[in-house]
């Protein structure tokens, strides 16, 4: 317990975001090979999974701290937990939701959000339509209520799915109300000032990625 | 015109596909420069609005030629039209869709893909009472009719919200459609055989690689 705590406050400087951002990856396919009973992977064998070289995986984790023993690979579990402690995902996170139009009602009910520790627990809306109304046990709560809430329940964390039009305000609004990660899906360059987090869920993006190798179609 | 058309069937080789998924980024931010009255921009300008190292901006970009002049910087102009060309964004493209429900719905609504050339002519779902229904001026079809409208229409992009139980049954039809490009937002991690392409929409990833600058809150 006491190894534990120190390894929780361990503090580790200078990640760089993109390596912070291929770590839940990392996380998943170890949760899947851990299903299917393997438990010790090489760097190899990860990058095979995830489509990088094993250099880059090994260069990835070595900002945490030593993980496998040379030509012995990884544990699997070991390695999971770390991960899982690395990216604070001991714990559960309570999520607050502006935008319960089709797009946020989809999110509410979205089943792989709950089982990964991640709970809405509060949703908003600026239509007084919306208001009131119960959205998979929530009940939509008016853009006036929205920092007494998220300051009250000490939520961080936040998922907007408002229309494009409406959305730098809104996350505006989050980040006084002390949000510190927010996960936007209206396609805008949204800003946040350095502390606050931001990822854009954008399937244009994802569409543009892919077109690339579609042209000689 | 004849310079234009040599330089689109222009060979490119073995780029890395991370190369590739950064290039929507790139045309993006050179999009709102240019909206901006931007006409010259430096690979240090480029690296600060992406939050990446000029270097790698310019490694990334010189897989596809010479853009630049040393000290000069790029133009806007020239860049974003080079992108759109080796992206395939300069013809507009056919999307079929998997799945109406909630998500499905939001995503014909979704206002941000007609405008950069991503078209959904095609709504297919397997429940029947789905089916015959009107969405976004779309009728949706049978899962029956999927194998003869996506060849009818030549369609190479699908995208996939079904629930998770039947995503990758779904993603193996449409590979024997001949899709090439899949945009699949359950949350699983689906399988397709080398040529075809794969990208997860994944909120839980996206707050996974937040929670890891939250941990000490």
Redesign the interface.
């Known amino acids: 317990m006491a190894r534990e705590k120190a390894e929780?406050s361990r503090v580790i400087p200078e990640v760089p975001?993109v390596v912070?951002?291929r770590?839940?990856?990392y996380?998943?396919t170890l949760v899947?090979l851990s299903q299917r009973g393997v438990e010790v992977v090489s760097s190899q064998q990860l990058g095979q999974q995830l489509?990088m070289t094993p250099a880059q995986i090994r260069k990835d984790l070595s900002y945490f701290g030593r993980f496998g023993r040379q030509g012995r690979g990884y544990s699997v579990k070991y390695l999971l937990e770390e991960l899982r402690q690395?990216?604070?995902?001991e714990r559960e996170?309570d999520?607050g939701l502006v935008g319960v139009?089709?797009?946020g009602?989809?999110?509410i009910?979205?089943?792989?959000?709950a089982p990964?520790g991640?709970h809405i627990v509060a949703a908003f809306d600026a239509d007084p339509r919306q208001v009131g109304q119960t959205v998979g046990g929530i009940t939509v709560q008016s853009m006036d209520h929205l920092q007494e809430s998220i300051k009250a329940t000490d939520t961080?964390?936040a998922?907007v799915a408002v229309?494009?039009a409406h959305a730098q305000e809104v996350i505006d609004r989050l980040v006084e109300c002390d949000v510190?990660?927010i996960?936007n899906y209206a396609?805008i360059?949204a800003l946040v000032p350095p502390p606050v987090?931001l990822?854009n869920?954008?399937?244009?993006?994802?569409?543009?990625?892919?077109?690339?190798?579609?042209?000689s179609?």
């Not at 690395?86 to 995902?89: A, F, Q, S, V």
């Not at 009910?109 to 959000?113: K, Q, R």
């Not at 869920?201 to 042209?215: C, F, K, N, W």
């Open positions: 929780r975001e912070v951002m770590l839940p990856l996380l998943r899947q489509q690395i990216l604070g995902l996170w999520v139009g089709r797009l009602r989809a999110i009910s979205y089943a792989g959000m990964e991640f961080r964390i998922i229309p494009a510190r990660a996960l396609p360059p987090k990822r869920i954008d399937p244009v993006l994802a569409l543009q990625s892919m077109t690339y190798y579609l042209r179609l």
